[in-house]
């Protein structure tokens, strides 16, 4: 008995770390083990601190959060104004490595920057939800950013557009706008693009002075798993925008309690690689599909479908992608008897969704 019982708690506990396995890390911000100047800074999470020429700019600090600790980004005025060298910053953080690049004092108008890198990654999560605060003194001039975004492979390019429009050189691995080449591409060219997995991308101009929980729906432009992730929460015009002006000194974003839901609904049901229309994908109850003269029954599902509107003001459609056989199985039925029995998982194991399709001659 002491066996069997010692055999079902390894395996619950590799349940429950599984299923964390799946979340970001640090998602309550809480570690802050790192030092940037004299501010203390968090350990997995990297804020848009800038260092030039020899004096330090934070970007991030640790505010009391709606639980515990949270983070707080502001834009803010940066430079060496005896220099004559000023502009205003934005303020964000970053899985992946925020980064600024500037060759020379003396040509400060093809200066860059932008986010780099994330973290290994391979799961598929269907939303993200933040809790945020948004303050400052012109919220409703800016937009304030919440992103993740998930690919497969290396992107690397050598120019990025700088603050007079044109480019300048430099050498960057999975930089941000080389990877979400359709919402906010490299304009200045990408030498080896990524296979962008998904995206979810909440932007607003909005001011919340209490908490307030956010979500951010994930959507699937490819098929496959990722094999690394970014997420990016900015209280303004972060630099992938490469914004010339509309950033404004003291917008500022508190973040706090970051979590991915994954979901175990169908978003579209496919029948003989036809949408089904009439599917209601929140029924628990028998739903009846007509099968058309000469069909068979195939049943596929599709998840994570929408729009966004890039940068130019286009919009871009993610056409989701199909649920896999770990995630959904057909227990086929009888046309006109019992019906088609789908059973759909969420990806962390959390919830199970069960749809009965009772299949009958049109």
């Known amino acids: 008995m002491k066996t069997k019982q010692m055999k079902f708690i390894v395996l619950a506990l590799f349940a429950v770390t599984a299923m964390r396995a799946q979340q970001l890390p640090d998602p309550h ?17 990297h804020g848009s601190n800038v260092s030039q020429a020899g004096v330090k700019f934070t970007f991030m600090y640790q505010k009391t959060g709606r639980t515990g600790y949270c983070a707080y980004v502001s834009d803010r005025a940066v430079g060496i104004p005896k220099l004559g060298i000023g502009a205003i910053g934005p303020g964000y953080m970053s899985l992946g490595y925020p980064w600024q690049y500037l060759k020379s004092i003396t040509k400060i108008s093809q200066a860059t920057a932008g986010t780099e890198g994330g973290i290994e990654w391979k799961y598929r999560p269907d939303t993200m939800t933040v809790w945020i605060k948004r303050v400052g003194p012109a919220t409703d001039k800016e937009d304030f950013h919440l992103l993740f975004y998930s690919w497969a492979g290396t992107a690397k390019s050598s120019s990025y557009k700088n603050k007079i429009g044109g480019c300048t050189e430099t050498e960057r691995v999975n930089e ?49 798993r990722p094999t690394m992730c970014n997420v990016i929460f900015s209280a303004g015009n972060y630099p992938a925008f490469r914004a010339n002006d509309g950033l404004y000194d003291g917008n500022a974003l508190y973040v706090d309690d970051v979590e991915l839901i994954y979901s ?34 195939k049943i596929e599902g599709l998840r994570g479908i929408g729009t966004l509107t ?33 059973s759909v998982k969420a990806e962390d194991g959390s919830s199970t969704h069960i749809y009965k399709i009772k299949v009958v001659k049109g």
């Open 176 to 224: 941000e706008s080389d990877v979400r080449s359709a919402t906010d591409g490299n304009e200045c060219g990408i030498d080896q693009p990524a296979k962008q997995i998904a995206e979810g991308w909440y932007r607003a101009r909005a001011k919340y002075n209490e908490w307030t929980q956010i979500k951010v729906p994930v959507l699937y432009k490819a098929a496959g």
């Open 264 to 297: 175990s609904r169908i978003d579209k049901m496919l029948i003989n690689g036809k949408e089904w229309k009439e599917f209601n994908p929140d029924s628990e109850k028998e739903q009846t599909y007509k099968l058309g003269q000469g069909e068979n029954v």
């Open 29 to 45: 911000f809480e570690n802050w083990s790192e030092k940037f100047k004299s501010d203390v800074q968090l350990k997995d999470w």
């Open 310 to 342: 890039n940068i130019k003001g286009e919009k871009v459609r993610f056409n989701g992608r199909k649920l896999d056989a770990q995630e959904m199985s057909v227990v086929p039925g009888e046309i006109g008897g019992k019906p088609w029995v789908i």
